[in-house]
């Protein structure tokens, strides 16, 4: 075991429990919410070691049943629960609200085990539910959903005792319609002859699901019972199917809450339990210098400045693991999301092919293999072409919630931010519907940048960029681009809110679609003909400010062409540009009747 692993208790735990057979779950911090699809994966101690590299305070679950060998008596203390008749067992656990008492499973034991609740009318089960087959249940040190600062922890941590015989008995205690529930489900699945066994799966998988099955006890309950089956279907066919199904119902209910979707009650933590789980949690980059893990974050860019080319770059090579522009190494590699709603899909294809291709031999590739060799295939890169995302519509949020729990990205980006968000109050509106990017970044560990146009202004600020103080607020992390003025390069500006701002970039993208050219060369500010550029443009600019100002104060109200005509230093467009800066930031008045701009008059 690592310094690594001892450092982090929840890692810790997990590997102990992976070795004394149990199958963990991770779950999403201070939740018991699984973090992924567990049931279909082979765990391994290299994969509980990268979920928990990738979420360090991931709560820890284990699954119940036959899966892990025990089976876990909850007693709630609330409702009447005591330990009596159960201290035997020498693996106990302390909840909230009461104790987890472990018991082994009986391997001879025929039949699924039911998960149960408690029942009044049975002594066994007063205040007691039963964890078994399809269950899942929390383990130490796992916060506690209800109460952050209360820690599960063990009383006994030695080995469960054989179980009492009244956990294996569900239908004696059930009501009778829950018996007969049961017993439907049970011919239902009694060794089903091929042909018509999709429609078996379907039929149960769908009243789970309108009974608001969690997805995960669904398909664990029914692979176990596929298994069963004479030639049992491969587990990844009985989890499609289910999946299927899930996706089905929920889009039957589009304003109700779906299964297993809970978000967190708003509460607060003890300072210790705060410290534990964030001290020493310092920035940990996704790409070295340019994205930090799990950000909000916003490329903005006026046209011709190469946004969309590094949205691209960006998403292939989380995708892909491969240096981001070449250069950058990429630490946190996973699926990543395309969604371009503005340009001709045609023209967003052509400019994807040529940055997959650029990457193929740092990938390992020899020349001349094409982007479609089988071994490209399974590249995690997955792109939206309905042109239908929007902030402001439920169902679509809602669908893309399932699109992430089915994928879990590491990247997605969203191109262009006017599209998705409320057009009225633009900026205001806008953050509110974008504040379900920072849920989701929370839960499913991902990065989300926003592509964004703003005017070819001369400023660098952060306000400048987007142009609203609620934005600034919001994001986390900025990518600034623009054109320098007689350049065919683009400066770039990164700003981080936990890493403050990095060093101006000069990036020179060489690109010509028709002829399959791509590739991009980067330098910093000490690179003397950018240093010079943006100088020399800065200086510009500022001559024809000062020259706006002069003008105006000797010969009045002016429009355009009489600057143009008094002979003004630098291009029109530069004019033109420095005009509009100063109109908009209230440094000078346009009259849009007469289209001439004039100085403001103060009163004495």
Not at 107 to 119: F, G, M, V
Not at 571 to 599: C, F, M, P, W
Request: proline content about 5%; overall charge negative; hydrophobic content about 35%.
């Amino acid at each position: 075991m690592t310094e690594n692993d001892i450092r982090n208790p929840f890692l810790k735990a997990a590997l102990e429990y992976h070795r004394r057979g149990f199958v963990v779950i991770p779950c999403i911090p201070r939740q018991k919410r699984p973090m992924l699809a567990w049931s279909k994966v082979k765990q391994t101690e290299e994969l509980i070691r990268e979920w928990w590299k990738e979420e360090p305070r991931a709560n820890v679950a284990i699954a119940t049943g036959r899966k892990s060998g025990v089976i876990v008596v909850d007693i709630d203390r609330r409702h009447g629960g005591t330990l009596d008749g159960l201290e035997d067992t020498d693996l106990i656990a302390e909840t909230k609200d009461g104790w987890h008492c472990y018991f082994a499973v009986d391997k001879n034991h025929p039949d699924l085990i039911p998960s149960t609740a408690s029942r009044d009318s049975d002594e066994n089960r007063v205040g007691r539910d039963v964890k078994a087959d399809g269950g899942i249940v929390m383990v130490p040190p796992s916060i506690h959903p209800d109460d952050h600062t209360f820690r599960y922890k063990w009383l006994k941590s030695g080995d469960p005792a054989k179980a009492p015989q009244w956990v294996y008995s569900r239908s004696a205690n059930a009501s009778v319609g829950e018996n007969r529930d049961y017993t439907w489900i049970r011919k239902v699945l009694l060794n089903v002859p091929k042909g018509r066994r999709n429609n078996a799966i379907t039929q149960v998988a769908g009243y789970l699901a309108g009974k608001t099955v969690a997805r995960e006890v669904a398909e664990t309950v029914l692979v176990l019972a596929a298994s069963r089956w004479d030639d049992p279907p491969d587990e990844d066919e009985v989890a499609k199917t289910v999946e299927s199904v899930y996706r089905t119902e929920y889009r039957k209910v589009k304003d109700g809450p779906k299964p297993d979707t809970d978000r967190p009650k708003f509460d607060v933590i003890h300072w210790s339990a705060f410290l534990d789980q964030y001290t020493d949690a310092g920035i940990q980059w996704a790409i070295d210098g340019w994205m930090p893990e799990n950000s909000v974050a916003m490329l903005v860019a006026p046209p011709g400045s190469y946004k969309t080319w590094l949205a691209l770059e960006a998403a292939c090579a989380y995708s892909t693991g491969s240096p981001f522009l070449g250069i950058y190494p990429v630490n946190q590699r996973g699926p990543a999301i395309v969604i371009q709603q503005e340009d001709f899909l045609g023209q967003t294809a052509a400019r994807l092919s040529q940055v997959l291709e650029h990457r193929l031999p740092s990938l390992g590739f020899s020349d001349g293999v094409s982007i479609r060799d089988p071994a490209l295939m399974d590249v995690p890169l997955y792109v939206h072409t309905d042109r239908v995302f929007t902030f402001t519509d439920k169902r679509v949020l809602d669908e893309t919630y399932d699109l992430l729990c089915k994928l879990r990205p590491k990247f997605m980006f969203i191109d262009p931010l006017y599209q998705v968000v409320t057009v009225d109050e633009y900026m205001t509106k806008a953050v509110k519907d974008m504040d379900v990017l920072k849920q989701w970044r929370d839960e499913f560990g991902c990065t989300f940048m926003i592509v964004h146009h703003t005017t070819k202004t001369e400023d660098w600020g952060r306000m400048k960029a987007w142009g609203s103080q609620f934005i600034n607020a919001f994001v986390e992390s900025l990518w600034h681009t623009r054109k320098i003025e007689g350049q065919p390069w683009i400066g770039l500006r990164r700003y981080f809110k936990a890493a403050g701002e990095a060093q101006l970039l000069k990036v020179d993208f060489d690109i010509d679609t028709e002829l399959g050219i791509y590739d991009v060369d980067v330098s910093d500010l000490n690179d003397p003909d950018l240093s010079k550029a943006v100088s020399e443009n800065s200086v510009l600019n500022r001559a024809v400010r000062e020259h706006v100002f002069k003008s105006l104060a000797a010969k009045g109200p002016m429009t355009e062409k009489n600057f143009i005509d008094s002979g003004i230093c630098g291009t029109e467009k530069q004019l033109q540009r420095v005009l509009r800066t100063l109109h908009e930031t209230g440094n000078i008045l346009y009259d849009a009747q007469s289209r001439t701009y004039s100085l403001i008059e103060f009163a004495d």
